[in-house]
Each structure stands twice: as C-alpha cells, then as structure tokens.
C-alpha cells in the first residue's frame, strides 16, 4: 500500500552535511596513507595493516589519537545528511542511522589498539587489546555491508548494483585480508595484507562518495539512482 512521501529537508546545510562523507573518504587517505605512513619509518602499505599505524609502539600513535576525534564527527555529520536528503525513502533514513551508529561505536576503536608486531611473542594468548580490536572489526564490517546494503534498497537496479559490487568487493578482500592477518601473531610473512586490506576499505569510502555526490547533486532521493524510470512513491526497501 502506497504511504504520502515526507518531502526531503532541504537546506543549505544538507549539502554541507553530504560534503562529509566525501572529506571523510579523502581525509582517511591522506591521514593514514600520506602523514600518519610518513611518520612511521619502514612501514610497508602493501605488507601491513593500517592499524599498525596506530599499534602499540608505532610512531605515528600520538598523531593518529590526536586527529582522532575527526572520523566520528565527519561521519555522523555525514549520517545525519543522508536522514535529511532521504526524503520518503525509509531505507535510505536507516541508512543514516547505520553511519551514525557506527561513528558513536567507532569510539571504542581507542581502548583497543593491536599490539605492535614487535611486541608479539610467538605461541602467547592475545591480549585483551587484541581481542577487542578484533571485536571491533567484525562489528565495523557489519556496520559497513548493512550501511551499502540498506542504501541499495533504497534506489533502482543501477545503483543496487554498484553497491552489490562494493559490498562483494569489501567482504572479498576483508576475507583475504583476515587469512593474511592470521600469521602476524606468529611472526609469519603477510605480502599482500596492506593491499587487500585497503581494497576493501576503498570500497566502502567510494560508496561513501558515490552517495554523497548523488544526493549532493540531485538534492532529493526519490529522483536519483532510480536507472530507466523515476517515480514518486514511498520504497520502503
């Protein structure tokens, strides 16, 4: 049964609010891969995790703790973006509700650094730091297949497609990432974890983008992504 559409909130500061998403993708690069990589001497982007930028010891913790505070902010900003351009689409509100959920719990990602590679001893029991970090990337991962999926269903097959792909792309090389991830603990060799590991994050941040621009662009979620025909109905998804 057909429900009446709530017409999108939109201000000026909906777009300013949708830009978020898009310095978060940018502002996660450029911290991680270009300052916080700079810091941390012989860092391999290829070999080694991001989160060893921020492990126990690295050199690059006190800036990475200090720029901290900007990922949540950017990313409930962002979320609260896309509730206001959802207009009637009731997948696309959860959606923003997924972001702004998962930048509050993202907080926790401060008490749980992993433990430096050095620092592991072959053959101990993890740490309670690496326990909860480990805790904290599964329920990152859920977050993140919830976020693109709910937003799929939210559009035409166009854009359910693309975030088909992105989200394959993200659990594919999350998965390679974790059968890499498996040895460190062992000193063992992990070639391509860095890779696989920003492949799959990368999919997630051009979804991010992707999104942002779209509802930037269109300024009302019932008219975008909609492929061969827009209409003017409530999707509950």
Known sequence: MSTRIRPPTNTSLTPILLACGVAYAVAY???NDVVAAGLYEGYDPVSQAVSELSATGSPATSFLTAVFPIWPLLLTAFGVGVRRAAGGRRALRVTGDLLIAHAIVGLLWLAFPMTSRADMAPGAPATVNDVGHIVMTVVTLVFIVSQIGFSAAAFGWRFR????VSAVAFVVFGALT???ARTV????PTPWMG????LSIASWLL???VLAVMLMTHGDAERVGSGD???SRAVDG
């Open 161 to 164: 497609l693309y975030a088909t």
């Open 185 to 188: 603990s062992t000193g063992g």
């Open 195 to 198: 890779l696989f590991e920003r």
């Open 207 to 209: 979804w991010m983008v």
């Open 29 to 31: 690069v450029v911290v």
């Open 229 to 231: 025909t827009v209409r």
């Open 178 to 180: 974790g059968v890499q």
